[in-house]
């Protein structure tokens, strides 16, 4: 398989632990292990303290699946295959849905697996722009026109990577029953989902909407364990998870046993680990606002409507990499140029699930003062 460098992942790799500051993480700030451990219950504990580190059962723990399960109205456990992250199971589906003479649908800009497996794997990619002129907001009416007769998947992140965008109720029932109708399969990429800024806006989950729906979840961003490498695809299409699982055996074949009982005590825990990080974002978009209000002749800022990152632009004729460059350099904050993304412009990604956000402001304060 030929697939082009996923540019983000090379630019986090260069940076990520090379800074001070990364302002531009998508993640929320990560759970300690022995405050994770205190939530346990006593089965949780108990399998924790008495775990076997041999193979796991391929399709994920059986406790993990009902877990998951029940953060969705129509699945059971057995329309749930766990997998390492949400990135093993995007490379999964992507694969078995996609192939030469199909086609897919992907918002965009965005994650760049979204689109790059299925392109690798010989499909044909259409993306679905999102505009600020629009206030980044999905278009409906304009993703069911790019429909064509050899469409086999629709890809929307919702929360989205890096806008914020979250569509409304109404918006989205358009679009699932349209998908519904045709019976194309609609990946919903919701990582960010129980980061809505008003929790009235959730939408119905992908798996909930109909039987082609796809719900992609992972531990990794709402659930701020993203060390644990533990993601999931729910849907109530069992062949389709079947030829999923088979396609896994290429990769994991089955996930960490030690990460699958921190996964399964972190979700018994949500109320307590959503909350968490529910009040950290609350808390930084507070700074965020007042910090691009005193700088609106400098930056433009679309405040997102859910997850943990937006997508605000310089307004300065200065390049956006050349100015976060210096930016870096100066005062060790790392932001994340819209060219990671191939997206034109001066746009550029922050991040504020971190806990060191406002130090990081403070030095992108300094920054923007000087220069
Ligand atoms: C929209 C989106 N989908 C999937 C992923 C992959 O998640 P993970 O790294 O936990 O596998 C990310 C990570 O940034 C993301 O932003």
Known sequence: MRIPEFALERFFARWEFAVR?????????????????????????????????????????????????????????????VFAGAEEAIFCLSNVLLGPGDHAVVTWPGYQSLYEVGRAAGADVSLHELREADGWALDPGRLIEALRPETRLVVVN???NPTGMLPSSAEWAHLTAALATRGIHLLADEVYRFLELDPADRLTAGADAYGRGISLGVMSKSFAMAGLRIGWLATRDRELLLRCAAMKDYTTICSSAPAEILA?????????????SRRIVADNLVELDRFFAGHADRLSWIRPRGGSIGFPRLLDDEPIDDFLARLVEAEGVLLLPGSQFGFPGNHFRIGF???????????FERFLQRS
């Open 353 to 363: 699930g971190r806990e060191d956000l406002p130090a990081a402001l403070t030095g």
């Open 158 to 160: 919702a929360p989205h």
């Open 21 to 81: 500051h990364l302002l531009c993480a998508s993640d929320v700030e990560g759970w300690r292990m022995a405050d994770l451990l205190a939530l346990a219950d006593d089965e949780g504990a108990a399998l924790w303290r008495d775990l076997q580190l041999g193979y796991t059962e391929a399709p994920g723990h059986p406790l993990l699946r009902a877990e998951i399960a029940t953060l969705y109205e129509a699945i059971e456990p057995d329309d749930v295959l």
């Open 264 to 276: 399964l005590i972190g979700l018994r825990a949500r109320d307590v680990v959503l909350e968490r």
